[in-house]
């Protein structure tokens, strides 16, 4: 189950919740990804050299919300106002590999970062995914610029040996603010129509007047695209912190400038075929749930969108590249051991590590310590091997934790062990106690009064 995100944020800050943007109260299963499109993202010089140190407010928003959830953020990408975010469960963490991500400027003949592209790709059970958030030029007469930028977008190439292209990927989800605009119809009949629900006027009466599906009928690479039915308000150009289209003497004609498409590629081969390819060359598929709006959001003179797709996949990796798990009870009062093994295939490095990690870990470096799993090991046979991590570096309060084994030449977490109990510090325990106790000792007798307290 995944969840999209696309929204055009106008520089504002993160709102006080995001329970349903994010669906956190639905009833049904819980989401296994998350993946966050923003625009505008606030990108003032001052904001993004204090981004490119830490995380950016958004991200560390979104962070705190999904991580005590049991989401990791997997990776991100920033391109001055633009944001991709993606988060995940742990449980999928030893079976999402080759992670890339990269970007496109368009803006300003690809010398600026105010339009573009922020793109995110990765192996998923042995299957290839690709995210692609933009934020094309707006404005009704910049159609062809539009698609000249996506082109130009879809054309980049990742980093890395055998990495596929864009449209290689067996599945691209394309999303962000299009800025594709209605035509031909007028402000007042735009505006009828969303008053009367009459959306489909708009999009789908005799011509397909919204801009996005007249170029699809032109543009032979969009044509393999899917959308849901736009069964919502269009979601620009909103009054600030209302529902009610734009109200200022410029008067934008309402749009559904915010979309989610998404492309599969053992669809695209076979559509050429007659009938339906069987079951077994069809090894992933992708169904939308649900695509909504969020009018209660107001902080942007645009309204968020999200896709709900359920992937199904016949998983191409079915075991762990590592397995591991911690040896015998952990404390503070001593070095502890660790168990790993790999598959005889598995790429390992000097540079692996393997960190402990707090369950409600926030991404990849939020680890308390970590251990070296050639500096630091102390045994080996041809089944497994054992690294210590010092007790000094371990946590005096204890709580629960997990381990992850890093791969360096992967660049990803290729191990997680179940969580485990680490038990607190009895000298310190100990300690707390006879202070309370003596603090207690200490409290006068006429509390009587204090009353009023």
């Not at 696309?6 to 504002?12: E, I, P, Q, R, S």
Request: net charge negative; proline share 5%.
């Amino acid at each position: 189950r995944l969840h999209l995100v696309t929204w055009n944020v106008g520089t504002a800050s993160p709102p006080p919740d995001v329970t349903s943007l994010l669906q956190l109260d639905s009833l049904g299963p819980t989401m296994d990804m998350y993946v966050i499109g923003l625009q505008e993202v606030n990108s003032r010089i001052t904001n993004f050299l204090s981004d490119l140190a830490f995380d950016d407010p958004w991200s560390i928003f979104f962070m705190t919300v999904l991580s005590p959830l049991g989401y990791i953020k997997l990776s991100s990408v920033r391109m001055q106002g633009l944001l991709l975010l993606v988060f995940v469960k742990h449980i999928h963490l030893p079976f999402i590999r080759d992670i890339h991500t990269h970007y496109t400027r368009t803006g300003l003949y690809g010398y600026w970062g105010n339009k573009g592209g922020v793109t995110v790709r990765m192996s998923l059970y042995g299957h290839t995914i690709c995210f692609m958030n933009c934020h094309l030029p707006a404005h009704m007469e910049n159609t062809e610029q539009r698609l000249d930028d996506f082109e130009k977008i879809l054309e980049m190439q990742f980093e890395g040996e055998n990495v596929p292209s864009t449209l290689d990927h067996d599945v691209l989800f394309w999303f962000g603010d299009l800025n594709f605009r209605i035509a031909d119809y007028g402000i007042h009949f735009v505006r009828e129509s969303i008053n009367n629900k009459r959306y489909n006027l708009l999009w789908e009466k005799y011509f397909l007047f919204l801009q996005l599906n007249m170029a699809k009928k032109k543009e032979a690479f969009l044509q393999e695209f899917i959308e849901g039915p736009l069964q919502f308000k269009p979601t620009y150009k909103f009054d600030l912190y209302s529902d009610v289209y734009d109200t200022s003497e410029k008067k934008r004609k309402p749009a559904w400038t915010d979309r989610i498409l998404w492309r599969v590629k053992n669809l695209c081969q076979h559509s050429s075929k007659e009938g339906e390819f069987s079951e077994e060359e069809q090894t992933i598929s992708v169904t939308l749930n649900n695509y909504i709006s969020h009018m209660s959001y107001g902080i942007s003179d645009h309204k968020p969108v999200t896709g709900t797709f359920g992937l199904e996949l016949k998983p191409l990796l079915s075991d762990p590249l590592v397995t591991l798990h911690p040896e015998g009870e952990w404390s503070t009062e001593h070095d502890v051991l660790i168990s790993y093994s790999a598959v005889p295939e598995f790429p390992s490095s000097a540079w692996d590590w393997i960190g402990l990690f707090k369950v409600a870990f926030r991404h990849v470096n939020d680890y308390v310590t970590y251990a070296w799993v050639e500096d630091d090991e102390v045994s080996f046979n041809k089944d497994s091997k054992q690294v210590y991590m010092s007790a000094a570096e371990i946590p005096d309060m204890g709580g629960e934790f997990l381990l992850c084994y890093y791969s360096n030449n992967l660049q990803s977490i290729v191990g997680v062990s179940q969580p485990f109990q680490i038990q607190p510090n009895r000298t310190l325990l100990e300690k707390d106690l006879t202070q309370e106790q003596n603090s207690w000792m200490q409290k006068p007798d006429n509390l009587e009064s204090h009353d009023e307290f």
